[in-house]
């Protein structure tokens, strides 16, 4: 188990992450994509009696799924308001519902059968604490799966959209969307797993008209869109750049009512 002491800096971090998720209702947003736990829990076989945690779990898109495929779940995550939401929801399915930051998981080595996150692990600052925390806490020939937004995709390039109005980035944090490039993800991992299977698909979304309805969505829902509105919220200038930007991108992606959202899932075995 690891016991790193987190710095002055760290706990600075932390703490801004935990009230950016913890503003909005990232529970409804969840809720668009909720087919990707699904299916990250059929892509890794989770059978019954198996441990699975869930790392960076929101309210539990993977962890719910897993739980009813027959596995012992935990599903964790820096917010605990987000955990007490999928605990109130769920409280049926034994989940172990655990405040956990995914740089620095509280749990022993090889403790686990299966690691999950579904465009989780993607928002922690430091890429190759995550992986090597995913990597400690699975048994060897056990799996790491793995959905994440991709770069190019529609929320890896709305974050970018965001980026010149949002908060600083905390030092040496990298892009989160770089967890959708595959080459990136085996850098993390190097040699400590094999058998790479790396899926690039997308999910359908039906849940907006145009690009204005995305954004009053997001804008009112989602921590980071909330986060960096605050941050310009005494430039109505700004604000209204940014309102015509984020609507001008979806409606890019926007037909007929209907959108599609990239991802990369990655499955692969613990050496």
Not at 30 to 37: C, T
Not at 148 to 168: D, M, R, S
Request: hydrophobic share 40%; with cysteine; charged share 25%.
């Amino acid at each position: 188990m690891t016991t790193t002491q987190p710095t002055p800096i760290d706990a600075e971090i932390k703490a801004r992450h935990r009230k950016l998720w913890a503003s909005g209702d990232y529970p409804a947003v969840a809720g668009l994509i909720a087919p990707l736990g699904r299916r990250l829990v059929d892509a890794l076989h989770i059978e019954p009696k198996q441990k699975v945690v869930d790392v960076a779990a929101g309210a539990g898109n993977v962890a719910v799924p897993a739980a009813q495929a027959g596995g012992h779940v935990v599903a964790t995550d820096l917010t605990p308001e987000l955990l007490e939401t999928g605990e109130s929801r769920h409280r049926d399915l034994g989940i172990t519902w655990r405040t956990a930051d995914a740089e620095d998981l509280p749990f022993d080595d090889d403790d686990f059968d299966v690691a999950t996150s579904c465009v989780g692990v993607m928002f922690a600052p430091n890429h190759q604490k995550c992986a090597d925390e995913l990597v400690r806490v699975v048994r060897p020939d056990g799996q790491i799966g793995l959905i994440n937004w991709t770069p190019t995709g529609f929320i890896g390039e709305l974050l970018g959209v965001l980026k010149p109005y949002a908060p600083p980035p905390p030092p040496g944090a990298r892009p989160g969307p770089l967890w959708g490039d595959a080459d990136h993800v085996r850098s993390l991992f190097g040699e400590r797993v094999s058998d790479h299977q790396f899926t690039t698909a997308t999910v359908e979304i039906d849940d907006f008209t145009d690009g204005a309805a995305f954004r009053d969505f997001f804008k009112a829902h989602y921590g980071p869109t909330i986060m960096t509105y605050r941050n310009i919220g005494d430039d109505a200038a700004r604000v209204a750049e940014l309102d015509a930007a984020i609507a001008a991108h979806a409606d890019r992606y926007i037909t007929n009512g209907r959108m599609e959202w990239e991802y990369l899932q990655a499955v692969m075995t613990v050496a």
